[in-house]
Each structure stands twice: as structure tokens, then as C-alpha cells.
């Protein structure tokens, strides 16, 4: 007999809108778990049972109202969501994973929250993220590493660890994630995930520290494509003051709807090689994108290898972003000594970069979003760009954490990373899809990239692969 956790989140909601299913009962099913499973997956930082058990209270009457009066209620209404402890909520602490934050508490809603809150999800709490979800792997000196629930002694990934440890491990249907440099396509790599890095503008990053290198953005990770696009539905829309703005949907589609379509015939292009010199592919990676190649042919696709030339300028250039990124939050001065190794390392660097090289860099995003716009993807180009999400299987915890040489330990993520930047780079929306397991057990995803705007082209070829080699049922042992 299912058990709750086992349904997806839109089965969930539709069980909450029918009356079969108890919003309640469902985030003490969730809660629950958390208490069993968390001191082992590390997926929060903070748990709000208070708040999750008033929000559900509320989301049963209003869904009782509801029935009682033929309304339609948001698709999401009632399901748990945790967000990402990058993210304010409300009267919540929000430590953004650092030592320096653990006691600051948010005084008002960031947009995504407010959306999630106006939405009707229901807060079980704050997941983990490493120190302002700076590296790939999700280790602070708050609480217990992420851990990928397919075996926990390997890591979740980053920065959105806690949030993929937390869905794949069964403790939150879907999760709020965020993503500056793969921060949500690399823990849905790890922990077998289904996740979407939206366009540049997509979904409103303000009121309160906005990026405006236009590197992050919100989304949704999931176990399915349809409980994914629909949480991304709940999250997109323009705010006031946004400084980016994606192209929206025609009036009245969404998201969600592309999941039950076809893509139609596509041109994708397959890259195998890193376009980073000097960087190795896992075989297992190599394996599982010659693999999804012939999928993709199989399914009538057009499919022809891609090899970009291998260039550090945009790793040159990321670097240097980056670390202005870092050296720009807010950490009170007193904190600086409790800050971890990697992030001293990445605020110094920040510090040291002067305004005519920042602009720099940001002008060579622009120029290489220009040319893969108009070179790669222009109208009878390729729709879509298959690649590895990583460069290799999962790692077992602390592999690329180095305190003592925060500099190589910086090298060593964007040697494991070498794929997933160059979206945050130029805008463009991607996502990982977990197409594949390799000997160990371990989930390798897969990465489609699309043009700027187009992310339903993406969610429907993924759900025509998930159609093909349904991956929801694969649950890990923990589950």
C-alpha cells in the first residue's frame, strides 16, 4: 500500500482538492520523517514544525471552503515546499549557511517565499546550503553534510544539497532550489533528481539582495517533470524592480502543460568534452551520454556531436564574479573570523578585483550568451544541447572540501563542474534529468540546455524521457 511520501506532489494536491488527502496529515506524515531521517541525510538547517502545522490547519479549511463553494484552488495547495536557507522567510532564521548568520532572523518574505506563502505550500523549514552556497557540495559549520540518499557516504552536491537530500530522501515531495553556477543541476545529478534552472528573469530573485550579475536564479527540483514545471508555474512571474525579465508564456499556458506534450522533432547537439582545457570525463558520464544520444535518436530526434573549443576565458571570468559575489555578502564584521576557509579565500579575491574587471567579466557573459544565440541556437540550429552535468559520479563527503588550500579546493570544484556554468553565464535555462545509474548504485544526470526563454521546450522533451525510461519508481534505500 503507498504510503504518502510515495505520491507525487501533484497527486498530492489533487487528493487535498478531492478531500481524500488531509493537508495535516500530510506534513505530519512529512515531519515526521524529517525527525526519523535528517540527523542522517542533513537535508535542513532549520525545521519550522510550528509554522508548517498552522499553515496546514489553514490550508485544510481553505481547501474545504473551497469544495463547499466550487473554487479553484492553486496547483500546489497544501503540499509541503521547504525553501532554500539562501532565501528569507518571514520570522525564520536565515543563516545562508554561515557560522557568521546562525542567529539572524528574516524580517520580511523574499518574492519566491511570498509566491510559495500566496501559493499555499506549507514551510517544513529551511534546507541546507553550504556558506552562501559558494561551493558544489553542501558542508557549513551549522550542522551535518547533505548526503545523497543513494548512499550517504557520498555527498548531495551544492549549493541546493539540503533540498535535493530532502526530495530524493522522501522528507518534502518538491523543494525550492536556487542556482548560480549549477547549484540546483548538480545535487539533482547527485541524488537522482529532476531539475530546472530557469531563464535569467524567469523568477524574481528581490526585493532583498538582488543578483544583479544575473548568474542566479530560483527553481524547482522534483522527483517527476510535472510536479517540477508546476512548482516553477507557482515561483516565475516579473516583480517590480527586477533588473532581468524572461520572455513569459502566451496568455493562459504554463509550464506544467508542456509536460504532457510532445516536443516535436528537435536538433540536438551532444557535447562530451569539458569546454574547460585539461579536464577529464568520467567514463561513467561518457558512458550515460552515449547512451542518452541513442535514446534521443530512437525517439526521432536529430542528433550530431558537438565539440566547442576548449577556452579558460569564461572560467576567467566566472572566477572573478564569483568571488565579487562573495566578497558582497553580507557578513557583519564580527563574523569574518567564524567564516569558513573557501569563503575568506573567494572574499579576498572579490576584494581585489577592480571595477574595470568586474565589468569585464560581465561584458564576456554577454558576448558568449550573444554567440551561442546567435551561432549554436539560432532558428535552424540546434534546439538543445545534451552534455553530462558533471564531469564525474558522485563524491563521497569532504572530497573537494580542502581548508588547507582553499585555492585548489576552488580548482577542484570547477574541474567536477565544467558543464554547468556556462548557463548561469549566458542565461539560458537548463536542466538535469537522472537518465542513469552506473555500477555503484550512484545517479548520473543528465544536462539538456535550451534557448533563452524556451524552458517548455525542455520540460517537454524531458517528459518524453521520463515517458521512455521512467526513472520515479528507482527509490533509494533510505526511502
Not at 478531492?18 to 542533513?42: C, F, K, M, Q
Not at 537535508?43 to 490547519?57: C, D, G, H, S, V
Not at 533563452?452 to 522533451?461: F, M, Q, R, S, V
Amino acid at each position: 500500500m503507498a504510503e504518502l511520501h510515495d505520491l507525487t506532489a501533484l497527486e498530492q494536491a489533487a487528493g487535498i482538492r478531492s478531500g481524500a488527502i488531509s493537508p495535516v496529515e500530510l506534513t505530519e506524515h512529512y515531519l515526521a520523517r524529517i525527525d526519523r531521517l535528517d540527523d542522517t541525510l542533513g537535508a535542513f538547517l532549520t525545521r519550522t514544525p510550528e509554522i508548517a502545522r498552522k499553515q496546514a490547519a489553514d490550508a485544510e479549511s481553505e481547501a474545504a471552503a473551497a469544495r463547499r463553494e466550487g473554487r479553484e484552488l492553486p496547483p500546489l495547495h497544501g503540499v509541503p515546499v521547504p525553501v532554500k536557507d539562501l532565501n528569507q522567510v518571514a520570522g525564520v532564521r536565515c543563516t545562508m549557511g554561515s557560522r557568521a548568520l546562525a542567529e539572524n532572523v528574516a524580517a520580511v518574505d523574499d518574492h519566491v517565499a511570498a509566491k510559495l506563502r500566496e501559493a499555499g505550500t506549507i514551510l517544513l523549514g529551511k534546507t541546507n546550503t553550504p556558506e552562501f552556497g559558494l561551493p558544489c557540495y553542501t558542508e557549513n559549520g551549522l550542522g551535518p553534510a547533505a548526503r545523497t540518499p543513494w548512499n550517504p557516504e557520498y555527498g548531495a552536491g551544492g549549493s541546493s544539497g539540503g533540498a535535493a537530500a530532502a526530495v530524493a530522501g522522501g522528507l518534502a515531495p518538491v523543494a525550492h532550489a536556487s542556482d548560480g553556477g549549477g547549484s540546483i543541476r548538480i545535487p539533482a545529478s547527485l541524488c537522482g533528481l529532476y531539475g530546472i534552472k530557469p531563464s535569467r528573469g524567469r523568477i524574481s530573485s528581490g526585493p532583498l539582495l538582488y543578483d544583479v550579475t544575473g548568474l542566479s536564479t530560483s527553481g524547482p527540483l522534483a522527483r517527476t517533470v510535472a510536479d517540477a514545471a508546476t512548482l516553477l508555474d507557482v515561483m516565475a512571474g516579473p516583480m517590480p524592480g527586477d533588473p532581468y525579465g524572461a520572455p513569459p508564456l502566451p496568455p493562459g499556458e504554463t509550464f506544467a502543460a508542456h509536460a504532457v506534450r510532445d516536443p516535436g522533432r528537435l536538433r540536438i547537439a551532444v557535447l562530451t568534452d569539458a569546454p574547460i582545457p585539461g579536464i577529464d570525463v568520467h567514463p561513467d558520464c561518457r558512458a550515460a551520454t552515449a547512451e542518452t544520444a541513442a535514446l534521443l535518436t530512437g525517439l526521432g530526434h536529430d542528433v550530431e556531436e558537438l565539440t566547442l573549443p576548449a577556452d579558460n576565458s569564461i572560467l576567467y571570468a566566472f572566477t572573478r564574479v564569483w568571488s565579487v559575489m562573495a566578497a558582497n555578502r553580507p557578513v557583519p564584521p564580527e563574523g569574518e573570523e567564524l567564516l569558513m576557509p573557501l569563503t575568506r579565500y573567494l572574499r579576498k579575491r572579490g576584494g581585489e578585483v577592480s571595477g574595470k574587471e568586474f565589468a569585464g567579466a560581465l561584458y564576456a557573459f554577454r558576448v558568449l550568451g550573444q554567440t551561442i544565440a546567435g551561432g549554436l541556437m539560432p532558428p535552424g540550429g540546434y534546439d538543445v544541447i545534451l552534455s553530462p552535468t558533471l564531469a564525474g559520479p558522485p563524491l563521497p563527503v569532504g572530497a573537494l572540501r580542502n581548508d588547507a588550500d582553499p585555492q585548489a579546493e576552488f580548482a577542484a570544484i570547477g574541474t567536477y563542474t565544467p558543464f554547468t556554468a556556462l548557463y548561469n553565464a549566458t542565461g539560458q535555462p537548463a536542466v538535469s534529468v537522472p537518465l542513469h545509474w552506473n555500477a555503484a548504485g550512484l545517479p548520473i544526470g543528465m544536462m539538456f540546455g535550451g534557448r533563452y526563454g524556451e524552458e517548455a521546450t525542455l520540460i517537454a522533451l524531458s517528459a518524453q524521457l521520463e515517458q521512455a525510461r521512467p526513472w520515479a519508481a528507482r527509490r533509494p534505500p533510505v526511502w
